[in-house]
């Protein structure tokens, strides 16, 4: 016969196991919500969420400010709150306002804005005179600092009666910018059968102009000290090759020096160009310096003469008024 064993303390037992359980439950749910409210309530948190709903909350009065600050004085720049690197002599004076209205820059500038500096920039870049421009930075009070490059006049090219300043690498500058008599200081190139291919501030497009250029760089560096070896020398040009054809490149071209007494120097190739039968720029200068040395002068009192000093132990000399085989060797 069946007997039924379950005892009534049985349910008591059943019930406190739920209880258990319930409260185990609750004790985790409590410990959830403890971590949940610990990881969103951090004081960096806080900090953090305050910070950005006070931003958000200010922004329309940031920008409001921003707005106003533009036109206070302390914030403007006009042409003359530009500062440049101190230009050379033969800048012109007016250079920068020169600058400032032909790029139609307005009378005030707004120096938070971020486009202001890049304006003024382009400005000054566009000017033949500026090489290239190292820094450009904006301080307060309000100015603006650029630190400019500028372009060395280098010689004078003479086509019919005009004189065209070029820098060493043959690039075009303004020809207003000088006097008559400022322009024949420097050496000329003579002998240029080509025009300017381009504005003040682009290159002559003439690799013979270009070559030239650079020779007379050698020769009237305003770089260096002292008297320019152009005048010691008492140089007058530079006369350059006709060219043989239009794909002649500048490689090939033998430049001549001209003395102010008629005398002829046949230089060579151009500064810059390597070759294995051409002296080097120094060995040649030294020879001129020599030579000087021992007659005082490239003419003496029979006259000019025709100077090669490309040979490798020798200059040969002849005198211009005779045959060209009446030669003799210095």
Known sequence: MFRNTFRPDD???????????????????????????????????????????????MLPGIRQLASTLKHRREYVVTMDDIRITQPPAYVPADFVSRVYFRAQLPAELPLLDDSTLLKVADAFIADPWVADIRRVK?????????????????AM?????????????????????????EALQFPIISNVRSVPSGADGTEWGDPAVTGAARLAWVFYNGDQPG????KRFELAEIRVPRRRS???????????????????????????IAH?????????????ESYIASYGSFEDRNGAYELDIRHWREISRRAIATRPFDTDRY
């Open 11 to 57: 349910d008591d037992e059943l019930e406190e196991d739920e209880d258990d359980i319930e409260e185990e439950e609750l004790r985790h749910e409590m410990s959830l919500g403890r971590r949940i409210r610990g990881a969103f309530f951090q004081p960096r948190l806080l900090l953090l969420a305050s910070i950005l709903l006070t931003t958000f909350l």
């Open 138 to 154: 904006k301080d307060y009070p309000s100015f603006i600092q650029l630190d400019i490059v500028y372009r060395h006049p280098a």
């Open 157 to 181: 090219v003479r086509i019919g009666d005009g004189l065209y300043p070029v820098d060493e690498k043959g690039v075009l500058l303004p020809s207003r910018d000088f006097t008559r008599d």
């Open 227 to 230: 008297e320019p070896k152009w």
């Open 246 to 272: 239009a794909d002649e490149t500048i490689d090939d071209m033998v430049f001549e020096l001209v003395t102010r007494g008629g005398s002829r120097i046949v230089w060579g190739r151009a500064p810059g």
């Open 276 to 288: 294995p039968a051409e002296l080097s720029v120094d060995q040649k200068i030294a020879r001129l």
